[in-house]
């Protein structure tokens, strides 16, 4: 089993940056992908980006695509999201999952383990 913490929310203004991290502990980090979501209060989970158990292979939905990038750092344990441009729209509790599908997918039921989220407000 693999334990997974979110850091790096916060409030920032439109247009701002912020970088969250996922750092995990547990099993062995680098045998799983990674998934980072969000989710606004009555709202469905959706996802933002994932990276596969290499890196090679990346996913991101089309409203992040250019703004935000996703790393991993095995040797640390650690997957982030660098958040650039960020939008009111981007508001959200953010939460990082870890899945040993092969291939990252967008989909929040491919993924076993989950951290408690990070909450991220850009205001306008």
């Known amino acids: 089993q693999v334990q997974l913490v979110e850091s790096g929310g916060g409030l920032v203004q439109a247009g701002g940056s912020l970088r969250l991290s996922c750092a995990a502990s547990g099993r062995t980090f680098s045998s799983y992908a990674v998934g980072w979501f969000r989710q606004v209060s009555g709202k469905e989970r959706e996802s933002v980006a994932a990276i596969s158990r290499s890196g090679i292979n990346i996913y991101y939905a089309d409203s992040v695509k250019g703004r935000f990038t996703i790393s991993r750092d095995n040797a640390k344990n650690t997957v982030y999201l660098q958040m650039n441009s960020l939008k009111p729209e981007d508001t959200a509790v953010y939460y990082c999952?870890?899945?040993?599908?092969?291939?990252?997918?967008?989909?929040?039921?491919?993924?076993?383990?989950w951290g408690q989220g990070t909450q991220v407000t850009v205001s306008s």
């Open positions: 999952a870890g899945t040993t599908v092969v291939v990252p997918v967008p989909r929040p039921a491919s993924y076993d383990y």
